[in-house]
């Protein structure tokens, strides 16, 4: 007996179970209810009684050979077919989602290439700032209602005032103090200003302030300069006119409109049948800016700018309520497209 427990031992090490039909008749013929580990047991009685235990163990160790050849070939198959059923190469493809990028991204990046195409450069400075930076630096004397023109989310109201910048004029400050003219300088990024949120007003919101300081720079040059940006973004037939405004920080100050692109002109609730729409702020750097930043006023010149991407946006893509920028809801967001 000890023999046919031998053979049967080799035997199995050959059998070929490469199919799932091998392996169930494998089991059945070692296994099963008629099979051999069960006839060898019940043989196992006329084996003489001094043998039994070492033939019974001998039984024993074949069929945990059995047993574990039987698992382990099942489990192969298990995942096997597990496999198939994750990569079913004969189903249809699915429609890849691809994402878009935001409004405020997209026109970011259009005025971004279209100043550094007549060699303006970037730059970027922090969200919480102190007052020199923010004011003092910009001719905003202390205690003085310009302040108020930009309502302020302070931090510490300690003798450094740190607060969320209001404008990327601050950057401006930064990068005069660090460098020496020319200068020639767009900062784009966030800004906040502590406003009841609607569709026309958040409390925050990005702008791109640009900066060109220069020995001879003149009102001249900035106008020029708006003129070309108006008409890279919104054609070649977009006009632009400048209006006598007042910030602390340029001396004069105007306020430009472009023609609204929207009616050609002719007047529309957009531009509340104007034929203009106001985007930015500009003007030629105060004398006491460039002073408190280092830089001669007596031997260099500049202009400044601000807009607000939001504003821009809004013209370009026709959105009428700023919260929409900041909702994440995808039904707004993948309508946007563009080269940038
Ligand atoms: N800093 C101004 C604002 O945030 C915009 C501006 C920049 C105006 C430069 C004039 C010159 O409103």
Redesign the pocket.
């Given at each position: 007996m000890i023999d046919d427990i031998e053979k049967i031992a080799v035997e199995i090490t050959q059998y070929d179970i490469s199919t799932v039909a091998n392996l169930e008749n494998f089991r059945i013929h070692y296994l099963g209810s008629k099979g051999i580990i069960k006839s060898l047991y019940s043989a196992l009685k006329d084996v003489p009684n001094e043998k039994k235990r070492e033939v019974g163990q001998q039984i024993n160790t074949l069929k945990d050979k059995i047993e574990i050849k039987f698992n382990n070939q099942k489990e192969i198959f298990e995942n096997l077919e597990e496999s198939h059923t994750i990569i079913d190469l004969s189903r249809p493809p699915q429609d890849e989602t691809i994402g878009s990028r935001h409004p405020l991204s997209l026109v970011r990046a259009e005025i971004i290439d279209i100043f550094s195409r007549i060699g303006f450069s970037i730059s970027e400075g922090p969200e919480i700032e102190d007052d020199w930076h923010n004011f003092s630096a910009l001719n905003f004397p202390p205690e003085h209602p310009a302040r108020d023109?930009?309502d302020t989310f302070f931090i510490e109201k300690n003798e450094n005032e740190i607060a969320l910048r209001?404008?990327?004029?601050s950057v401006q400050v930064r990068v005069m103090e660090n460098s020496t003219p020319p200068i020639r300088t767009i900062s784009p990024g966030r800004?906040y200003r502590n406003e009841a949120i609607s569709a026309r007003a958040h409390c925050f919101f990005h702008?791109v302030?640009?900066?060109y300081i220069d020995k001879n720079v003149s009102f001249a040059d900035l106008k020029q300069t708006l003129l070309y940006f108006a008409k890279e973004l919104f054609g070649d037939k977009a006009q632009i006119r400048l209006r006598p405004s007042y910030?602390p920080?340029?001396e004069p100050?105007a306020e430009v409109d472009i023609s609204c692109s929207i009616c050609n002109s002719r007047g529309c609730n957009v531009c509340k049948y104007t034929g203009w729409l106001e985007i930015?702020?500009?003007?030629m750097v105060d004398p006491n800016v460039l002073k408190s930043c280092g830089i001669d006023p007596n031997e260099y010149t500049g202009y400044?700018?601000?807009?607000g991407i939001e504003r821009i946006a809004q013209l370009k893509y026709k959105v009428n309520d700023l919260r929409l920028y900041s909702e994440n809801d995808i039904r707004f967001l993948k309508q946007f497209t563009s080269g940038f």
């Open positions: 023109m930009q209001t404008h990327t004029s800004v702008q302030e640009g900066l910030f920080f340029t100050s930015l702020g500009c003007g400044a700018f601000g807009m």
